[in-house]
């Protein structure tokens, strides 16, 4: 048996597959073997596999999983650089290699996977030729190192990847000798990587194609046609294709060499169905149901240009002074004047009906938004708003001018349920008032940052910041909307919605000019789907620009249940005042999708 495993040794290095599943008894007895090469014996073998996760397997299936895993757990051996082995799989005491497919028992009892490892072998030679210069190989492919053969195959992949870098797109191993000298325990591994010729980029021929023009899927993907290789900007390129809501999958594939050393990509597309609607629902039991509903078109002008209209109503069956009205409609183009900006244009009326205020608004805007990398985002824009106010300082019609400037980290894991990872978004908003307001800036930040731990990191600690500040102009000269106020969902659970406010005297309450807020919440997973949270919100609202120099603080704290439906948790909170004048005064009720922050 020794002979003949051992006359693979020279054979190419492959991947190992893990499946699933128990028999009535599998047994793995390798001595002397290391709690690692245990682990790589156990998730080669496909027996152990089959017996854990299939229980509806029958004799057969073991005698065939038996047979199969001979290679299967020579493979294991060779992933921990033992190449000197020997392996005897019995089945209640036969040789499972001495069982015809066709004269498989009617059943099975024990399976043992005997395994006698043998030395573990190092590397002797450990060669790669050519690199490029300045390639770094793994660290353990070297001399008098463990021969693992996931190494070898690493290194390999290292190569070539650093020949593709420089622009080499077809470097491939052209040659490769293994030798296994047993007598030194030693594995001599040599390999030839073939570069080819250093290539450019071609066209980028686009498949697939129905309702979205080519030419538009070319000028968003920008790829360099005529500049040096590059895997980096092929990832771009796919990474602004998939970005795109009209797309509903793009694949690229790199052709075969052509004239002028050149190398045609091909662009394989699928489009997504160019009309969406969508509902949406939330409840507090301050604030009362909110609904909203959108109609999306994604290739408006058959350039993937996204149209979309929203509306929205708040309020319902709340306790806060009235109904909420929004409707808004906006316009996205991608890859616009260079392929990693878009250009956006957003038309919004707005009717809010608040505490402390009534407003109704009309806002137009439009910008460019730049994706510096993957997870950076800014924007700039130029708007202007137009709207008239009712509050305890009176009647007033406003007309201001915008800036706005906004930039966006995002660092997590999953926007909707993020476990580990930080977020941090900036909004500088400086505006002229040329009617009924003062000129000024307003200021927002917000940073939150995931933790997760415990087995299988079913404990996550999330914790979020805010800050506000208008500046430059005083808050009784600017609509109610610039202003800050603190409580209810997204700031102060379990306090009153918009509670915390300025008290000018006199009856005059207004929003605040700075805000601070922090929330933290542990989030327990109970089971796959269903996870418990604690959490403790904070907020602070002042009378000056900057914070903590004049005001008040209010907090509140509860627990929440969440309920995961595969894209995104399903919220129940319920939460109590716990300082501030209304401390322990009620309880509130919040209901939404997606985790809180």
Request: charged fraction near 20%; charge should be negative.
């Given at each position: 048996m020794r002979a003949a495993w051992q006359a693979i040794i020279a054979t190419?290095?492959?991947?190992?597959?893990?499946?699933?599943?128990?028999?009535?008894?599998?047994?793995?007895?390798?001595?002397?073997?290391?709690?690692?090469?245990?682990?790589?014996?156990?998730?080669?073998?496909l027996t152990i596999?089959?017996?854990?996760?299939?229980?509806?397997?029958?004799?057969?299936?073991?005698?065939?999983?038996?047979?199969?895993?001979?290679?299967?757990?020579?493979?294991?051996?060779?992933?921990e650089g033992y190449y000197g082995g020997t392996i005897s799989i019995l089945i209640d005491g036969r040789e499972a290699a001495g069982i015809a497919p066709l004269d498989s028992p009617a059943s099975v009892g024990v399976i043992t996977l005997n395994v006698d490892p043998g030395p573990r072998f190092t590397f002797g030679r450990a060669e790669i030729t050519p690199l490029p210069t300045g390639?770094?190989?793994?660290?353990?492919?070297?001399?008098?190192?463990?021969?693992?053969?996931?190494?070898?195959?690493?290194?390999?992949?290292?190569?070539?990847?650093?020949?593709?870098?420089?622009?080499?797109?077809?470097?491939?191993?052209?040659?490769?000798?293994?030798?296994?000298?047993?007598?030194?325990?030693?594995?001599?591994?040599?390999?030839?990587?073939?570069?080819?010729p250093q290539l450019r980029f071609g066209p980028l021929i686009v498949r697939g194609a129905e309702n979205i023009r080519p030419e538009r899927i070319i000028e968003i993907a920008g790829l360099p046609s005529g500049g040096i290789f590059s895997p980096q900007e092929l990832d771009r390129s796919l990474a602004r294709l998939r970005r795109v809501e009209a797309l509903r999958s793009v694949a690229f594939s790199e052709g075969e060499i052509a004239s002028g050393n050149t190398l045609p990509i091909t662009a394989q597309i699928s489009e997504q169905t160019p009309r969406?609607?969508?509902?949406?629902?939330?409840?507090?039991?301050?604030?009362?149901?909110?609904?909203?509903?959108?109609?999306?078109?994604?290739?408006?002008?058959?350039?993937?240009?996204?149209?979309?209209?929203?509306?929205?109503?708040?309020?319902?069956?709340?306790?806060?002074?009235?109904?909420?009205?929004?409707?808004?409609?906006?316009?996205?183009?991608?890859?616009?004047?260079?392929?990693?900006?878009?250009?956006?244009a957003d038309l919004d009326l707005m009717q809010l009906d608040e505490p402390d205020y009534f407003l109704r608004q009309v806002t137009a805007e439009t910008g460019l938004i730049r994706r510096v990398r993957e997870e950076f985002i800014l924007e700039v824009g130029l708007g202007i708003r137009s709207g008239e106010v009712s509050d305890?300082?009176?009647?007033?019609?406003y007309t201001l001018l915008t800036l706005p400037i906004e930039g966006t980290l995002d660092m997590r894991d999953d926007?909707?349920?993020?476990?580990?990872?930080?977020?941090?978004?900036?909004?500088i908003t400086p505006f002229v008032g040329l009617t009924g307001s003062a000129n000024g800036g307003r200021i927002y930040g917000d940073g939150r940052i995931y933790r997760s731990f415990g087995t299988d990191d079913r404990v996550t600690l999330a914790f979020r910041g805010q800050i506000g500040s208008l500046i430059g102009a005083d808050a009784t000269d600017v609509p109610s909307d610039l202003l800050f106020y603190s409580g209810g969902g997204g700031t102060v659970r379990g306090q009153p919605y918009q509670s915390l406010n300025v008290d000018l005297g006199g009856g005059v309450e207004i929003g605040g000019s700075s805000f601070?807020?922090?929330?933290?919440?542990?989030?327990?997973?109970?089971?796959?789907?269903?996870?418990?949270?604690?959490?403790?919100?904070?907020?602070?609202?002042?009378t000056d620009a900057v914070p903590l120099q004049n005001g008040d603080w209010h907090a509140g704290a509860g627990i929440g249940l969440r309920y995961d439906t595969g894209i995104g948790p399903i919220r129940l909170d319920v939460a109590t005042p716990v300082g501030g004048d209304t401390s322990g005064s009620a309880v509130q009720i919040y209901l939404g999708i997606g985790q809180s922050f």
């Open positions: 190419t290095f492959l991947g190992l597959a893990g499946t699933s599943a128990q028999a009535q008894e599998v047994r793995l007895n390798a001595p002397g073997a290391s709690a690692d090469l245990r682990s790589a014996l156990r998730g080669a073998s596999s089959l017996s854990r996760d299939d229980e509806g397997a029958v004799a057969q299936d073991f005698v065939a999983a038996a047979r199969a895993d001979y290679q299967r757990l020579l493979t294991g051996l060779y992933s390639t770094v190989l793994p660290e353990g492919f070297a001399t008098g190192r463990p021969a693992r053969s996931d190494t070898i195959r690493e290194s390999v992949i290292v190569g070539v990847d650093a020949w593709r870098d420089e622009g080499h797109a077809k470097a491939a191993p052209a040659a490769q000798q293994i030798t296994a000298r047993h007598g030194d325990a030693a594995l001599d591994a040599r390999v030839q990587i073939d570069p080819g969406r609607v969508g509902f949406g629902a939330e409840y507090s039991s301050v604030n009362g149901a909110t609904l909203s509903a959108f109609w999306m078109h994604r290739n408006l002008l058959g350039g993937a240009e996204r149209f979309r209209v929203a509306g929205e109503v708040s309020g319902l069956a709340g306790e806060t002074a009235g109904l909420d009205y929004t409707l808004g409609a906006s316009f996205l183009r991608p890859g616009t004047l260079r392929p990693d900006v878009d250009f956006y305890d300082l009176g009647d007033r019609r926007p909707l349920d993020a476990t580990i990872g930080f977020y941090a978004n900036a909004e601070l807020g922090a929330q933290i919440e542990a989030r327990v997973d109970v089971t796959d789907t269903i996870g418990i949270v604690g959490f403790y919100d904070v907020g602070y609202i002042g």
